[in-house]
């Protein structure tokens, strides 16, 4: 067994891609020397470090928590460590895997390689050996988590650019917003971010973490309000094997894949009351319990929260826990819808104009100075985010289409009011209905034309009797 030394610091690769403290190592190791010296090193380094004597506990423990990576020896009492890799790699088992031995020969290193270990290590080691190969298997844990990330904004069919945390316009408002983002960016504080949908709200929350301390980690995103609820707590908190029907395997949950870094809980007014507790837990003890598990993880994630809805009147009525607000709305911003803020809808058309142009690969089309001020006197009910898709539709049809800022002025002609009798309301349900009948009555289709949550798109209906 190697012999107790002094421990230096990590080697520079653990701290190059972030802190040791986000991840978690499981010690499997007959051997009650080995365990300690393998504990003693890491416990400073890691968030979570366990140890087990025997595979048999080593399995109840895996059934409790996932583990980002386990040392385990190959000589174990009942069943070899290599034995019992087979098995877990047979049943899904993901984490990375460093297996020890006192004694191998190379058919056992050619076997242990084979059955899916991510390092073999010869007892007597240096404890720059085993730190270094932990170092690798959690590089290759992060580079999981940031391919799963990437194929999750590929697969939510993101805007283009959607990692671009500009935010455009030179409007008072806006002005104020971004003076708001660089106080509130340095501090870990959570932010409520409110605003009618479009006006951009997720842009507020990447700028506020591209101007942070954790810009260099993850920012993930989450629509609070696109998903059924019984399955939001396992895509935030993770699951273990068997925690529930369908589970065939573990899975880490969003706010692991955020370590270090940012979750964006978007439409947060539609999460569930059992949710809302759970999340208010989450944010005071900063650990997360995935389901099905025994034990909470820490996890160092700075939340912001954005929604359409008037929480403090939801709060009234019941639908949202006080205490959750308070703990949400620590500061706050608001972004004006904008019919309240012309200024900035002809910098933000030559902008989108820009974007999908290069996205699409055509020439930019010309915005005349007559046109730009027919757009600023409409009043634009999807706000930015129906802005960008009509200067999309006017890249593939080659022209402007008046239509898309007509159709409200005809209408209110023809039921006899002016501009001035049709309110905001009024514009947003005729826009609704409007792309509703386009889409044939497709609820789907028509949520993601205008870019909303089917759920919050049916919440409308009702409300209209629709």
């Given at each position: ?187 870990p504080s959570t932010v409520l971010i409110t605003g009618a949908s479009g006006t951009g709200k997720e842009v507020a929350a990447r700028a ?25 707590e396992s895509e935030l908190f993770g699951h273990l094997k068997g925690a529930f029907t369908g589970a065939s395997g573990a899975r880490e949950g969003l706010f692991f894949y ?209």
């Amino acid at each position: 067994m190697a012999a107790v030394q002094p421990l230096p610091a990590p080697p520079r690769e653990a701290d190059q891609f972030g802190a040791w403290h986000q991840y978690s190592v499981l010690v499997v190791d007959d051997e009650p020397g080995m365990r300690n010296f393998l504990t003693r090193a890491l416990s400073s380094r890691c968030g979570i470090v366990d140890a087990a004597a025997s595979v048999t506990e080593a399995m109840r423990m895996i059934e409790q928590r996932p583990y980002d990576m386990m040392v385990l020896d190959i000589a174990m009492p009942g069943k070899s460590g290599v034995e019992w890799l087979h098995e877990l790699r047979g049943v899904g088992y993901q984490g990375d895997v460093i297996l020890i031995t006192a004694y191998a020969d190379l058919e056992t290193a050619i076997g242990a390689l084979r059955g899916g270990a991510s390092d073999f290590i010869l007892k007597p080691f240096r404890i720059d050996q085993i730190l270094n190969a932990i170092g690798r298997c959690f590089d290759r844990t992060r580079l999981k988590r940031e391919n799963y990330l990437l194929r999750r904004e590929i697969a939510s069919h993101a805007e283009v650019e959607p990692n671009s945390p500009e935010m455009v316009g030179d409007s008072p408002a806006l002005r104020q917003i971004r003076l708001l983002i660089q106080r509130l960016a340095p501090l870990p504080s959570t932010v409520l971010i409110t605003g009618a949908s479009g006006t951009g709200k997720e842009v507020a929350a990447r700028a506020l973490h591209h101007q942070s301390p954790r810009a260099e980690r993850p920012f993930v995103a989450i629509n609070c309000g696109a998903m059924a609820p019984e399955l939001i707590e396992s895509e935030l908190f993770g699951h273990l094997k068997g925690a529930f029907t369908g589970a065939s395997g573990a899975r880490e949950g969003l706010f692991f894949y955020a370590q270090g870094g940012t979750l964006f809980l978007d439409e947060v007014g539609e999460l569930p009351p059992l949710l809302q507790t759970r999340l208010l837990r989450v944010l005071e003890e900063k650990k997360v319990r995935p389901v099905g598990a025994e034990r909470e993880i820490p996890v160092d994630v700075r939340v912001v929260a954005a929604t359409n809805r008037d929480l403090g009147k939801a709060v009234a009525e019941g639908r949202f826990r006080q205490d959750l607000y308070y703990r949400l709305d620590v500061m706050h911003i608001y972004i004006p819808p904008l019919a309240e803020r012309p200024e900035d809808i002809a910098p933000l058309a030559r902008h989108f104009m820009h974007q999908i142009a290069a996205h699409l690969g055509m020439p930019e089309l010309p915005l005349a100075a007559e046109l730009l001020e027919k757009m600023r006197g409409y009043p634009w009910p999807g706000n930015a985010r129906e802005l960008r898709n009509v200067i999309e539709r006017t890249l593939i049809l080659g022209q402007f289409p008046m239509a898309c800022i007509g159709g409200e002025a005809a209408a209110a002609a023809r039921s006899g009011e002016t501009a001035e009798d049709v309110s905001m309301e009024t514009v947003e349900r005729r826009h609704i209905l409007k792309v509703l009948d386009d889409a044939a009555g497709n609820k789907s289709e028509a949520a993601r034309r205008l870019g909303l949550s089917r759920k919050t798109l049916e919440r409308k209906c009702a409300e209209w009797g629709i």
